[in-house]
């Protein structure tokens, strides 16, 4: 199993490039499903996510071809297996975008209840109730989804509560039903806008891309196009808080404010000056300022940046109160955080985090792939050694993480620990 040495106390600085979006990019690869013809995606990134998605799509039958820069294409002109089985999905929940493309196009589908990280219950329940109100038939039986539905049929979806994986499973779906399907309170991510933005260049008809009601035409048919994944805002805001937690300055390349939603306020508001480039922003700090989060659907606070800014916090003058409304579980970082040095106190889903002058470095352990890079940021800031290990975590989010921060000045190493 890998670790990582870090030695920290270094100021990080210089440019990096964002990498394409994660939680764009696997919906995008299923988008793949919808069409006979190939779909060719660019700024894919190099993740372990997304290798695990390419052996999923494989095992249904579609034929990838890699290519340099980055570059995939799909096509889905053979399927030979309607099924997504336990062992191809349990490591990561995002599997579960399967099943409306494959019900969609093929009329059936067996998909395997998902896995991943441990932050808290995901449920599919809005999946397959918004599905069985297109006319599906589902049944669970030992772990899988059973879906059925000659053609599904539009209808009007009304979420109880925003949820970006439902929101992406019935857009595509809905695709190619039957007539109109009304998505009310979807969710607004930038991720499922690039999501929307491919489906309409494929053929689909698409109104409302980037609010909470969106209005499909059902279509007979896709066609393939090529399309450019959208940079990663949680990687992009956790290499900000980089630069503003080592007191460097880091400059993220191909991401503007406005992909943050009030994360960029709470930047701000925290005492991080960020200058605007035409497509890069540049970070640095002075003084460390502590502010009150709440993480909510976007344009609220992202969850996924919840665990970097409270590594930041754990730094800052005065007392912060961070609320996490999303998952439940997603605080497993604050043990390994307060292993280090830092003061932070939770009571149910809140915890306070007083500002301590340093950190020291530890042994600490990852727990989920946001909390792996928030113990890496508390590491880079912290005096001596920190060992990090169950890094394969980060490896499932962050394109060439070691790399990316080594040229920005990080003295950082991976290592294999012995067993």
Known sequence: ?????????????????????????????CAAILTEDPLELHNLPELDDITSMARLLAHLGLKLSSHE?????????????????????????????VLGPMLARFGKAKVSLPGGCAIGARPVDMHLKALEQMGAKIDIEEGYVLAECPRLQGAEINFDKVSVGATENILMAATLANGVTIINNAAREPEIGDLANCLVKMGAKI?????????VEGVDKLHGCTHEVIADRIEAGSFIIAAAI????????GVTPEIFGSCYDSMLEAGIEIIVGSNSLKAKSSKLKAVDITTKPFPGFA??????????????????????????????HVPELMRMGANISITGNEAVVHGVAKLKGAEVMATDLRASFSLVLAALAAEGQTKMSRIYHIDRGYEKVEQKLRALGADIERIIEEK
């Open 1 to 29: 199993m890998h670790a990582f040495i870090i030695h920290g106390g270094k100021p990080l600085n210089g440019t990096v490039k964002i990498s394409g979006a994660k939680n764009s990019a696997l919906k995008l690869m």
């Open 69 to 97: 820069n980055n570059e995939l294409t799909l096509q889905a002109d053979n399927i030979t297996h309607l099924d997504a089985p336990y062992e191809l999905v349990k490591r990561m929940r995002a599997s579960i975008i």
């Open 207 to 215: 109104d409302g891309i980037g609010t909470s009601t969106l209005r």
């Open 246 to 253: 080592t007191g460097g300055e880091i400059e993220v390349q």
């Open 303 to 332: 969850t996924d940046m919840q665990a970097q800014f409270m590594s930041l916090m754990c730094l800052a003058d005065g007392n912060s109160h961070i609320k996490e409304t999303i998952f439940e579980n997603r605080f497993m």
